[in-house]
């Protein structure tokens, strides 16, 4: 330890020479004993990506069964505008060279889950056309008119966070909101802009009457 003001100005120099010593000189050679090593492959890495996968494959799977048996053909619909969504995400995440991580599994199933809720709602819009007794052309196009601005509203919030953390994190933070930025555009193409030209093409051009959507036939046949 160094004090000064008491004792002589000399040796407290003395000292502090010889502290800088031994501080430039470095620490004494010792010598070190490996007790234990251990080497962690890239297998635990690749084992939690196939896992992830295959609970998102599983979850998918439930959701389009859930969606088939609810809303019959129009759940069809649904999924397959889903399906669309997801492959269509997969492709831009591949088109800027990223790599699927945990994070980025995390992401894509988030955004089913998005595409799920917006679906939901375009169906529930166009079974309270439906209910009211309006025909199936009005049914469709005021299910999906007053149901976008509640789609819009949630994924608009979800991009303003998705943005904050893409600015603010860092590493796998940056991922997932890079993933999630792609999902609500995906969303948006698959759920609005898909499944609405199939329908369209059912109604207008195939001339289907009704497509089933769950509804009992007393109240399908008001429509």
Same mark, same amino acid.
């Given at each position: 330890?160094?004090?000064? !003001?008491?004792?002589?100005?000399? $040796?407290? =120099? ?20 490996? =007790? $234990? ?6 297998? =635990?890495?690749?084992?939690? &990506? ?8 599983? !979850? ?28 269509? !995400?997969?492709?831009? @995440? /591949? ?6 991580? @945990? ?11 998005? +595409?799920?809720?917006?679906? %939901? ?6 079974? $309270? $056309? =439906? ?19 509640? &789609? ?6 979800? +991009? ?9 994190? /860092? #590493?796998? &933070? ?12 995906? /969303?948006?193409? #698959? ?7 199939? %329908? ?22 008001? +429509?």
């Amino acid at each position: 330890m160094i004090t000064l !003001g008491q004792r002589n100005q000399q $040796e407290s =120099l003395d000292e502090a020479k010889m502290i800088s010593t031994a501080l430039k000189a470095g620490s004494l050679p010792a010598a070190l004993e490996q =007790l $234990e090593e251990r080497r962690i492959g890239p297998t =635990l890495g690749a084992d939690s &990506i196939r896992q992830a996968q295959m609970g998102a494959y599983a !979850g998918a799977f439930l959701i389009f069964v859930f969606l088939i048996l609810y809303y019959r053909a129009m759940g069809l619909v649904a999924s397959a505008s889903i399906a669309v969504n997801v492959l269509s !995400g997969l492709g831009l @995440l /591949t088109a800027l060279g990223a790599t699927l991580t @945990l994070p980025g599994i995390a992401g894509i199933a988030l955004t089913v889950g998005f +595409a799920v809720d917006a679906n %939901v709602l375009i169906q529930e819009r166009i079974k $309270e $056309e =439906l209910v009211k007794g309006a025909s199936w052309k009005l049914a469709i196009r005021e299910g999906y008119s007053r149901a976008m601005s509640a &789609i819009l509203d949630s994924n608009v919030t979800v +991009a303003a966070v998705a943005i904050i953390l893409l600015n603010f994190g /860092t #590493g796998p &933070i940056r991922g997932f909101a890079v993933t999630l930025l792609i999902g609500i555009a995906t /969303t948006l193409f #698959g759920n609005v802009f898909f499944s609405k030209v199939i %329908v369209d093409t059912l109604i207008y051009k195939w001339n289907v009457k009704n497509i089933s959507i769950g509804l009992s036939d007393k109240h399908l046949a008001k +429509a």
